[in-house]
Structure formats: C-alpha cells, structure tokens
C-alpha cells in the first residue's frame, strides 16, 4: 500500500514569492494533517481536514498561507508571499479517521532566499 | 507554553544497550501519547502509542512506560542497535487523538557500534 504522497520533495525561492505544496494521502484516509517542522523541532499542526471540511486552521497564519482539500483527498498548501522564516519542512500526514494513528509523508523542504 | 517537554535533547548509547527517552506534559485531559520515528530526510514514522488506562505497553525491542499521576511517559529501546540511531519525538493529544498532536522537541538518538 503506498504511503502519504508530498510534492515536490525540494523547493528553493526567492521571498516573496508564492508557492504551493501538494499531497496525496493514504487512499481511503479521511482525516488530513499539514504540519511545519522547524530545524531541530517536532512538528506543529497547521490544519488538519475532516474530509474536505478544515476543522482544526486555528495555527493557519492566513493572511498568507492557505490550504484546500478538493473532493475529500488530495491537498494543496499554499503560501503567498513567502518570507524567509518560512523556510522549513512542511509535512502531510493522513489518517482514517482523527482518532486512529497518522501516517506521516517525507515532506517538502522548503528553502527561501 | 510547551506542552510537552521531552529529554534528553540527544543521547549517545553503545550496541546492545538500554536507551531512554523522557517526556512530561501539562494537560491532564491528554489521553493518547504516541513515539514516532524519524529518519533524515523523511517524515516521522509512528512507533508505538498507549493510552493511559494501561502503565506499560511493549512492542518488540520498544516499551513505552506511563506514569499518569506524575504526567510522566518514557521510552525504552532495549538491545539498542546501530539502526536505532534516528530523532524520536514523543507527542500527546486528548479525545483518542481527535484533537491535534502535541509534539516533544525530540531526541536525536546515536547507537555506536
């Protein structure tokens, strides 16, 4: 069974510019996690989506990140503009349901010059 | 405010030794305490999880220990290997973990040979 899906693996940009992120989560998994990881941290929740309803953005910086689940599966994160203390991992993770255990992807790097 | 506070930030053991891992939290409604695993360059991996009903819970060469009065939990890698040699970050969450994982800010663990 294949795993959560992210990319791209690696993403360098120059701030202020935008960029988005995308996951495919485990098929069948209807609760969907993003999370940043700093260096040296544990991951921190972003906002988490039951199906295609966000039910957990209060850690979602919205004036310029946002986030979208189309259908109910995959995921799409967006960050406009970037500024340089976003750069870090940015991680998807899926479960069957909130209450069972999540399933972490290898993440996105992201690095902003 | 760090919810749950993890050490030692890193430990260094021999072959074939015990290592441990320390987490403490705050928020007695935590009812779900999971370890997860992770390798560099990819995303945490879940070790094993236990819910406070029970004080011990072994997996394999892992044991997770739970004090609830003391708002304590630890992780025990037995015949610690080589292999083992990764960041182990403990994390709590209330409601089955239905609500958002907390996570510890991890222990960067190195086995020697």
């Known amino acids: 069974e294949a795993g959560v899906v992210q990319s791209p693996r690696y993403k360098i940009i120059e701030k202020k510019q935008p960029v988005a992120f995308w996951c495919n989560p485990i098929?069948?998994?209807?609760?969907l996690y993003w999370y940043l990881q700093n260096l040296g941290q544990g991951p921190e929740l972003l906002i988490r989506?039951?199906?295609?309803?966000?039910?957990?953005d209060s850690q979602l910086p919205k004036d310029r990140f946002s986030a979208e689940r189309l259908k109910g599966v995959d995921s799409t994160l967006k960050i406009q503009p970037a500024e340089l203390g976003d750069s870090a991992v940015y991680l998807c993770?899926?479960?069957?349901?909130?209450?069972?255990?999540?399933?972490f992807g290898p993440g996105t790097r992201l690095l902003v010059l | 405010q760090q919810q749950v506070k993890q050490s030692p930030q890193s430990l260094i053991v021999q072959k074939g030794g015990i290592s441990i891992i320390n987490c403490a939290y705050e928020?007695?409604?935590?009812?779900?305490f999971p370890w997860y695993q992770q390798f560099p360059g990819k995303g945490p991996a879940l070790l094993i999880a236990?819910?406070?009903?029970?004080s011990e819970k072994k997996e394999g060469r892992f044991t997770i220990s739970f004090n609830k009065s003391a708002k304590q939990f630890s992780l025990h890698i037995m015949d610690s290997q080589p292999g083992d040699s990764a960041t182990y970050f403990c994390?709590?969450?209330?409601?089955?973990?239905?609500?958002?994982?907390?996570f510890g800010k991890g222990t960067k663990l190195t086995v020697n040979p």
């Open positions: 993770a899926s479960s069957l349901e909130s209450t069972e255990p999540q399933y």
């Open positions: 098929s069948g998994h209807n609760t």
């Open positions: 989506y039951e199906n295609e309803e966000a039910v957990d």
């Open positions: 928020n007695t409604a935590f009812d779900y």
């Open positions: 236990i819910r406070p009903d029970v």
């Open positions: 994390a709590a969450s209330n409601r089955g973990g239905s609500e958002k994982l907390v």
